[in-house]
Structures are given as C-alpha cells and as structure tokens.
C-alpha cells in the first residue's frame, strides 16, 4: 500500500496522474502560451517598439554606444532574471567577416543583450572580442561558440560562480552578474551511442541525487545503436550528471521517437527545468520526412556525423518528468507551442531553457524561423506568455466531476488553489482515513468559488484553516464543473 505523501512547500500540480487516486467526469486539458503580438523582440538591426506596434527603421533608433547587431539572424537559447529584476538574454548569432571554422551556415558566437522589462532589448557593448576589427559589440567569448544555457544557482556559495553557462563546443564558464564570464573550460561528456552537436541544456542542480543535470543532442541511429549502416543517424535526447560540472556520467538516452511519432521525426533540443519539484521539458520536435534521409548535405566533411532529414517543421512539445530519467509526453502529443501558418514563426519554435517568473504569469522566450529547418539560418526572438502554473489542468464541463488526490500527511495551514471557474465552480472537502469526509470540511460547507484566481484561498463556514487536522492522513477531494484546476497548495 502506497505510503501518504509527505507534502512541502512546492505546489501540486496535475502534470501526470502520480498524486491522483481517482476522477470522475474529469479530463486533463493542456494550456499553451499566448504569444505577444508584438513578436519578434528584435529584428536585424531594426528595434520593435511594442507598446506602438511600430517597427523602426535603424536610423531612428538611438544605438546604445554604437552597437550594432552583427547580422539579422539570432537564436536566443536562454533568458533568466537576474536577482536586480533584469532579464538578460543568451543567444547564437553568426556575425560575418570572421574566419570561417566550417560550421553550415557561418561561424556562431555567444551573445548578450539585457531588458528592464523583458520586452525592449538593449545590446551593451561589451569590449570582450574583436570582429571586423572591433571590439564595439555584444559578442561574450571568442568563436565559435553555440547555443549558450545559463542558470542561476542560488545554493552556490561563491559568488564568482553563481551564474554557470555551458555551451557548444561542450564547455563551462561562470559569472557573478551574468556579464562578466570566466574563461571557459572545456568539458568531456562521455557517450557510446553518438556524438553530440551542439545542444546543450543545464537543467541545473538536482537535490534529491546531489548532482547537477544536463540534457545533450546525440545522434544516432536509433536508441542503443551508434553505427547506422546507412549512414544516417536520428537526434534525440539524452541525459548526464555531474557532481561538479567538469567530470560528467557517459550519456544515457531519455527521449527518442517512437512508434506513436511519424516516420522521420526527430528532437532537435530540449530546454529543461525544475518546476514545482518537478522536471518540465520543452522538447523541440522536427517533423523530418524519412524519405530524404539517403541524400543529405553532399558537402559535408568525410568525418562529419551523418544524421536524418533536416528539412520540415519544428514545433515544441511540453515533457515532464519526477526523476528527469524517465518522461512523460503530453496527451495525444499535442504541441505546446506550435508554429503560426503565415507568420514569421511558420517553419522553426524553438524553445529556450526555462521560462520567467513574471508576476502570476510564465514567460517563455523562444525562436521563431518562417521557414522549415534547413532552408534558412534568420532565426528571431520571440515571446509567449502562460498564467502560473497553467501547462496543464484537470477540467469538467457542464456535468459535473470531482478530483480524488492519493493520501497525504495534513500539513495544516490553508489550502489555495490556482483554478479558472468563471461561469462554473469549484469546491473541495477533506477525507480522513476512514473514507469520510470531515464534518468540519465537508462540501457543503466550502465557500464556492466561481472566479478566475492564481491564487484562492479555499474555506468552510466554521474553518479557515486546515490545523486541526495537522499530522493526520487526509485525501482531498475537488468538485468541479465548468472549471479548470491547475494547482493547490497549503500555506
């Protein structure tokens, strides 16, 4: 028999069925971000103005100590919140004009920019490195460089390395403020089933195994499998640890297509987090076409990796996990954040890390490409927003159903929800362990609630609170109907 949980002060989400015992006329329902209508963040060397809806030329923007973007295409890989509230952006771009290191496309180097606001960028000039004979730019290390993953670590006790950032080709670099970096120190991540190129994603420390956890982009054949007779390979995901971020586990594969997927589908990247107690992924599907695999990039290098189609669609599916070994996809794989038909994010999302904590909402910063991947390198930021906590809910239409948590150990206090029931309503009581409710906390005895609330403090007429029932086993039990239950916690 399973033992009652043993709550803490993360929130309850109902991302998977773990901590539900039983639903009745109940479905779960995945939520995506609203994207901002005043996508893309930035363009070339032209500034959005959203507030106005109105794109300026370059020549009327006032340059911030006359830097310039080195090119229109960027591909913003990480944002977090610095702990002054500004938010700070890590991005690809290919500037021109410097030696060529044979990478597709141009040579990528790690850049920089900041906001007040999340909204309007500025991009300092930095005095790190010299392109086109200048050091008047945003450019943090010298080239190449890829695809940069930066966290903040609060439990991290020197300061110089509170901000850790690990990037393509796999390096390490730390910063106290998020500007200024140590030079960065190579990294060896073992692997037995295909080279990694380029992805990486530092998901951060893991505090119920002592490591910290990075998500990588292998190429193989297929899970297991390093040697494709073929010569094609498929991308997906996979995982390693490591204890101090220089010595790293060989690579263990967590994510790959399946049976479920189309032919030719593969993961592009993953932006990982911990959320609530919990792994949430932002998993980079690409709708490849199988049949293209034979014929690929005929100038490629002899000893470069082959891998499967590059051409089609990618989309970002939402992934979650209680031990970031073993996933679960959403429901019937519907995308979480899809591309526009039409729109200058038609072909490529591409997700960043993590998203911010903004007020009560979640903000997820992404690429955006017009076209299918392969077919161009002008990639741009772009913006989409989520009610907190709001990637899933479990919901019940106009007949009404109830929601059945497994047990847990009552931590007292009172318990709030994060729930939408405008022109519907939620209640909830408390079940003891005999399987009756408490006389205290019965349904008819909660005060409804028929509002949209992040944050809902649920009572009953003679109860406020839940102390009385502190160290004791109680399950609760959430009636609902046209309503959307997203979290509860106690407090």
Not at 143 to 150: A, E, R
Not at 181 to 200: A, Q, Y
């Amino acid at each position: 028999m399973r033992s009652p949980m043993q709550l803490n002060d993360n929130r309850r989400l109902f991302l998977d069925d773990e901590e539900v015992a039983e639903t009745f006329r109940v479905y779960r329902k995945y939520h995506s971000p609203v994207k901002y209508v005043g996508n893309p963040l930035l363009v070339g060397n032209r500034f959005h103005d959203a507030r106005e809806g109105v794109r300026y030329e370059e020549d009327e923007v006032p340059r911030e100590g006359g830097v310039e973007k080195p090119n229109d295409s960027l591909t913003p890989t990480s944002v977090v919140r610095g702990p002054s509230g500004t938010f700070q952006m890590y991005y690809q771009t290919k500037p021109p004009g410097i030696r060529d290191f044979g990478y597709g496309g141009g040579t990528p180097v790690v850049a920089y920019a900041e906001s007040h606001n999340g909204i309007h960028w500025r991009l300092p000039a930095l005095g790190r490195v010299e392109i086109n004979g200048s050091t008047e730019n945003n450019v943090l290390f010298e080239p190449p460089g890829s695809l940069p993953c930066v966290v903040i670590d609060d439990r991290e006790l020197d300061r110089a390395r509170r901000y850790k950032m690990i990037y393509y080709p796999s390096s390490i670099s730390f910063s106290p403020d998020g500007v200024q970096w140590s030079d960065p120190e190579k990294v060896r991540v073992p692997s037995r089933i295909g080279h990694s190129d380029g992805l990486n994603c530092l998901a951060g420390w893991d505090g119920n195994i002592g490591r910290y956890v990075a998500y990588f982009r292998p190429q193989v054949a297929c899970p297991g499998q390093s040697i494709d007779p073929e010569g094609t390979a498929v991308r997906l995901i996979a995982r390693s640890e490591s204890e101090d971020l220089t010595g790293w586990s060989e690579l263990e594969t967590v994510l790959a297509p399946d049976g479920d997927d189309p032919d030719g589908t593969e993961f592009q990247t993953i932006g990982v987090s911990f959320y609530e107690g919990m792994y949430v992924g932002l998993l980079c599907v690409h709708e490849g076409f199988a049949e293209e695999r034979p014929k690929r990039f005929p100038y490629r290098l002899p000893h470069w990796p082959a891998h499967s189609a590059m051409l089609g669609r990618c989309y970002i599916e939402l992934v979650t996990s209680r031990d970031g070994v073993r996933w679960n996809r959403s429901e019937g794989r519907v995308p979480f954040l899809d591309t526009t038909p039409g729109g200058l994010d038609s072909g490529i999302v591409w997700p960043t890390s993590s998203p911010v904590a903004v007020g009560d909402e979640l903000w997820f910063y992404y690429g955006m490409r017009a076209h299918g991947h392969g077919l161009s390198y002008v990639n741009l930021p772009g913006l989409g927003r989520l009610r907190r906590d709001g990637f899933a809910s479990l919901c019940a239409g106009e007949q009404a159903g109830w929601v059945l948590t497994e047990p847990m150990i009552c931590p007292g206090g009172r318990l709030h929800v994060n729930a939408d029931a405008r022109g519907g309503e939620l209640a909830a009581s408390v079940i003891e362990q005999d399987g009756y409710h408490a006389p205290e906390y019965a349904r008819v005895r909660c005060a409804t609630l028929d509002g949209d609330a992040v944050s809902h403090q649920l009572t009953w007429m003679e109860r406020a609170d839940l102390d009385p029932l502190k160290g004791k086993e109680i399950r609760l039990k959430f009636y609902l109907r046209q309503a959307d239950l997203f979290s509860y916690w106690f407090e």
